[in-house]
Nanobody, 116 residues
Framework: QIYLVESGGGLVQAGGSLRLSCAASGNTFGLNRMGWFRQAPGKQRDLVATISRTYSTNYADSVKGRFTISINNAKNIVYLLSNSLKPEDTAVYYC??????????WGQGTQVTVSS
């Protein structure tokens, strides 16, 4: 079992920045990849960015050049630095952890609201 605790969401003006954090605890042995997904009202949950233990990253096209994902392997914390935020970035952001064998865990989500 993996437990994920997210923090850092909030309200920000367009053009501003936020840093999201997600700490994993529990049985983190076998943790391969962590990342962020987001879900806007009435839409499906979409990939934002993921990062592996070996620092391999993957970004959605819509956030490339604006968002940066990083990981602290020793503390099992993943960060998402979001710059140049746009109103269309408004969503609930969910942390995800993927383990060996394909097991996947989700955090409860943190709201990010970007005002125009």
């Amino acid at each position: 079992q993996i437990y994920l605790v997210e923090s850092g969401g909030g309200l920000v003006q367009a053009g501003g920045s936020l840093r999201l954090s997600c700490a994993a605890s529990g049985n983190t042995f076998g943790l391969n990849r962590m990342g962020w997904f987001r879900q806007a009202p009435g839409k499906q949950r979409d990939l934002v960015a993921t990062i592996s233990r070996t620092y391999s990253t993957n970004y959605a096209d819509s956030v490339k050049g604006r968002f940066t994902i990083s990981i602290n392997n020793a503390k099992n914390i993943v960060y998402l630095l979001s710059n140049s935020l746009k109103p269309e970035d408004t969503a609930v952001y969910y942390c995800n952890a993927e383990l060996t064998g394909g097991f996947s865990y989700w955090g409860q989500g943190t709201q990010v609201t970007v005002s125009s």
